[in-house]
C-alpha cells in the first residue's frame, strides 16, 4: 500500500465528511446570500433608524402620524446610511402585497434596483427627487443597490419585508 498525499488524503476525508453528514440546504442557500453580499468596490449603507427598534437601541423613530382609517397597513420605517448615500424607506404590507416607498439622497438616477434573494433584481425608477415606489413587491429578503454620485457602488444590508 502506498502513502497517500496530503491532498489526496484530503480529498478522501472530504467525500467521506460529505456522505455522513451532507450540508443542509438552507446553510447553501444563506452562503450564496453572504457571498453575493461581497463587493470590494462598493461601500454598505448601515441601518441608521427603524422604527421596529426599541427606543434603548438608539435606531427607533417617534411615531408622528395616527391611523389613517384606510385599510389596516404593518408599516416600517427604515433609514440606511453610507458612501454619499442616505435611503429612507416605508415599507407597507396589506396582507400578502407589500408596497415599498422610498427616496435616495446623493445617488445616481440611473441604476438603482430592490435586490431579491435568488431572484432578478427589480431596477427603481426614480424621479428628479431620488423617490420611488414599488406597488405589490413580493414579501421576502430585499436589499437596495444604488451608484452614488461620486460613482461608487452602494448597498443596503438584507432586510426582511
Same mark, same amino acid.
Given at each position: ?8 488524503? *484530503? ?9 455522513? %453528514?451532507? *450540508?443542509?440546504?438552507? *446553510?447553501?442557500? =444563506? ?26 437601541? !438608539? ?7 395616527? !391611523?389613517?382609517? !384606510?385599510? *389596516? ?25 407589500? %408596497?415599498v416607498i422610498?427616496?435616495?439622497?446623493? =445617488? ?37 443597490r444604488c ?15
Amino acid at each position: 500500500m502506498r502513502d497517500e498525499t496530503d491532498d489526496e488524503l *484530503v480529498d478522501r476525508l472530504s467525500r467521506i465528511a460529505a456522505e455522513a %453528514d451532507p *450540508v443542509p440546504q438552507t *446553510v447553501r442557500l =444563506a452562503a450564496r446570500a453572504a457571498f453575493s453580499t461581497r463587493d470590494l468596490d462598493g461601500e454598505l449603507a448601515a441601518l441608521v433608524g427603524d422604527s421596529a427598534m426599541d427606543a434603548e437601541s !438608539g435606531l427607533a423613530f417617534e411615531p408622528v402620524r395616527g !391611523g389613517s382609517g !384606510g385599510p *389596516v397597513a404593518a408599516s416600517r420605517m427604515l433609514s440606511f446610511a453610507g458612501g454619499g448615500v442616505q435611503v429612507d424607506l416605508e415599507i407597507s404590507r396589506y396582507g400578502a402585497r407589500v %408596497d415599498v416607498i422610498g427616496q435616495f439622497a446623493g =445617488a445616481e438616477p440611473g441604476g438603482c434596483a430592490l435586490e431579491y434573494v435568488g431572484r432578478e433584481p427589480r431596477t427603481l425608477d426614480l424621479d428628479d427627487l431620488g423617490r420611488f415606489l414599488v406597488s405589490g413587491a413580493d414579501p421576502g429578503t430585499v436589499r437596495l443597490r444604488c451608484t452614488s454620485a461620486a460613482g461608487t457602488p452602494v448597498v443596503t444590508s438584507w432586510i426582511t419585508t
